[in-house]
């Protein structure tokens, strides 16, 4: 997904339970989780470049 902040943002606006907000892995993605209607699980993920992220790990 190209912006994993974005997306999570129109899912919740839509109707989605925010579970756990866009936080970057040890290994170079940026991962969300949402429970959708009738408790569908949801994670939403973006690769990141090396060049973004906070910079840590």
């Known amino acids: 997904m190209a912006d994993a902040r974005e997306a999570t943002d129109a899912a919740v606006a839509g109707g989605a339970e ?6 970057e892995t040890p290994w170079r993605s940026l991962n969300a989780r949402l429970k959708g209607p009738d408790g569908v699980a949801l994670t939403l ?9 906070d910079g840590e790990g």
């Open 18 to 23: 925010l579970v756990a907000p866009p936080t």
């Open 45 to 53: 993920f973006q690769e990141l470049d090396q060049s973004e992220g």
